[in-house]
């Protein structure tokens, strides 16, 4: 097989030549030219097996199936449902088919559910086409978010954000005592506990995500585990990547809306 | 032959690229030529409005280019002048050819370019500030596109006319250029030339594209790997 002429997880600008032979598959954010592959976007080079692909910096979120994501109601058209901004191209639709409870449209209005300018956590359930994006709250993860606050992250380092496994978010939700939800579409919403060194954390990520050792430097920025985790209930069956729906909410408190910030 | 600010005749204006320049928005760059500052900034991809001016099977990419009033010793009145809807659409068009918009049907990305202070080469400034912009929003492309006018000063072809050197000459060839695939986006003339003085101009400019796509990689670079 022909040599790469760059490296793995080397530094690409859209056009740059990654390898020219056709022994190797354009993966994500590749595409072929003649007989090289070469870039579309700025990113790391990475290769699995014959495929190569990029790793992405930057961009806007690309919606996926199955993806938990941060959305706000944007409109409510007539009685089908919620028109929904997820930080897209393009706007995804919440019908009533996706909410839990079953709703009587002739009874009750629909922002008696969802208002707009509410935030849920919620399931990318189906795509048909690429801007008929419907989410559903048909998921144990899924919920309305009260209360706490909304920081946007670079969509591209989510995963760095969530960590192996999610060993990275547990970690900062064990020792910050906050209580996190991470949408795939760029949208951190967080809780309580020490929410000022969630932010440094999180900034540490952004600046160094694709750096070694990066857990080590976080574990050494967020100290020693702090008092137990409060309200965190241990769901063997969940798959570990994700978030632990943070049920229980405590006595009531006034429900106000999220703010949202720049992070 | 001595220039007016001392360069060489294939000497281009010292020139510094910034990737990152505005943090609201999705991709961003400025890039000095000399005295000429373009600052670029690139939002979406995102909802095209209005609704009607979607494209069915591509995005819409929306160039506006403007010149600050305070960019050059007269005023420039703020809005769109005749001047300034050419130089939209030719940034349009030459960076059309370099991004994949097929990827993001009935979608727009909007690229604006501001010219912060003008002293000749402003477009081909905007077009090496948007494309930086483009690349920095993560916006799939097929290469970058890199921008630079070249002339003719009595007998010697000169590259990256500023100054007087554009009011004096017998011509100025603005062109864009990807540099990658080799082809060219932007080709436009002032004045005239020969057939065989275009060649010569148009290889001068080439290069001097080549010299700033190094540069545009190496602002990437720096804006991404610490």
Partial sequence: MAELIKKEREFVVPGDEIVKSMDYLPGRNCFRAGESICARKIGLVSLSGRVISIIPLSGKYVPKVGDM????????????????????????????????????????????????????????????????????????????????????????????????????????????????????????????????????????????????????????????????????EVKPAEKPKEEKPAEKPKEEKPAEKPKEENA | MKRE???????????????????????????????????????????????????SDRANLNTIYAMVPFSCTDRIRPGYSRRSQEICKVTRQALESAVFLEDFPKAAIDVYINIISANAGTRAAGINAASLALADAGIPMRDLVASIAAGKIGDEYVLDLAGKEEEETFCDLPLAYMP?????????????LSPQDVKKVMELAIKGCEQLYKMQKEALKKRWIK
């Fill in chain 1, 69 to 232: 994501v941060i959305a706000t109601v944007e409109d409510i058209p007539g009685t089908r449902g919620w028109v929904m901004d997820i930080n897209s191209p393009y706007k995804a639709f919440l019908p009533l088919s996706g909410v839990r409870d079953f709703i009587d449209t002739n009874r009750t209005s629909l922002d008696k559910v969802y208002k707009i300018g509410d935030v849920v956590y919620a399931k990318i359930h189906s795509m048909s086409g690429f801007d008929m994006i419907d989410i559903s709250m048909q998921d144990p993860r899924a919920r309305k978010l009260r209360g706490g606050r909304i920081i946007r992250i670079n969509q591209a380092k989510v995963p760095r954000i969530i960590g192996k496994q999610g060993s990275m978010i547990s970690m900062i939700k064990d020792r910050t005592g906050s209580r996190i939800s991470i949408g795939q579409n760029g949208y951190l919403w967080m809780d309580g506990g020490d929410e000022k060194m969630v932010m440094k954390a999180i900034d540490l990520i952004d600046t160094e995500a694709y750096k070694n050792g990066l857990t080590d430097k976080v574990s050494k920025l967020l100290g020693e585990p702090k008092k137990p985790a409060p309200a965190k």
């Fill in chain 2, 5 to 55: 600010d001392g360069r060489k005749a294939d000497e281009m204006r010292s020139t510094t690229m910034t990737v990152g320049v505005i943090p609201n928005a999705n991709g961003s760059a400025m890039v000095k030529m000399g005295n000429t500052v373009a600052v670029a900034a690139v939002y979406g991809p995102r909802e095209m409005h209005p609704k009607h001016k979607q494209i």
């Fill in chain 2, 180 to 192: 990658k695939s080799k082809k060219i986006t932007l080709l436009q003339m002032d004045g005239d």
